[in-house]
């Protein structure tokens, strides 16, 4: 239960209504993230950027924040994979993903700032995510069924 859990790094891609209210997921996650030796919040997300403004000290990451900690740059979306640039302070790493998507881009951009946040270079955290292929069942295609039915 994440009630429960207690990471060395938290990382919160985003907050949206799901199977509690949005008051109770607030609650929910900010005890998650407190809990968290570091917390990792997605700031071009509006919901997590107001978790990150009350938490001490987040890591904060995303494409469209100016603040962030952890930032990407140039986003080039491809059909099967996309690239953009990382940077963190004074180091940048061109990030390439062989799985498409602004989200799959986003979710880089976290688990960049959790290694970071736990001692893993720049340059390794990037190396590692190059390998990733991501969850079989999200990337499959899926053709068309036509179905005819009779009245």
Request: net charge negative; glycine share 8%.
């Amino acid at each position: 239960s994440i009630s429960l859990y207690r990471p060395t790094a938290a990382v919160l891609t985003n907050v949206s209504l799901d199977h509690h209210g949005l008051d109770e997921l607030r609650s929910l996650f900010g005890a998650f993230l407190a809990r968290a030796r570091t917390a990792v919040v997605n700031l071009d997300d509006p919901e997590t950027r107001a978790m990150a403004d009350i938490l001490r000290d987040p890591c904060g990451y995303g494409f469209d924040s100016p603040g962030a900690a952890i930032s990407g740059h140039g986003l080039e979306l491809e059909a099967d994979s996309c690239r953009f640039t990382v940077r963190h302070g004074d180091e940048a790493a061109k990030v390439e993903l062989p799985v498409p998507g602004r989200h799959n881009a986003s979710n880089a951009l976290g688990a960049i700032g959790a290694a970071i946040s736990i001692g893993v270079p720049l340059a390794e955290a990037d190396a590692a995510l190059s390998r990733f292929e991501g969850l079989k069942r999200r990337l499959e295609r899926a053709r068309a069924c036509r179905a005819s039915f009779t009245s």
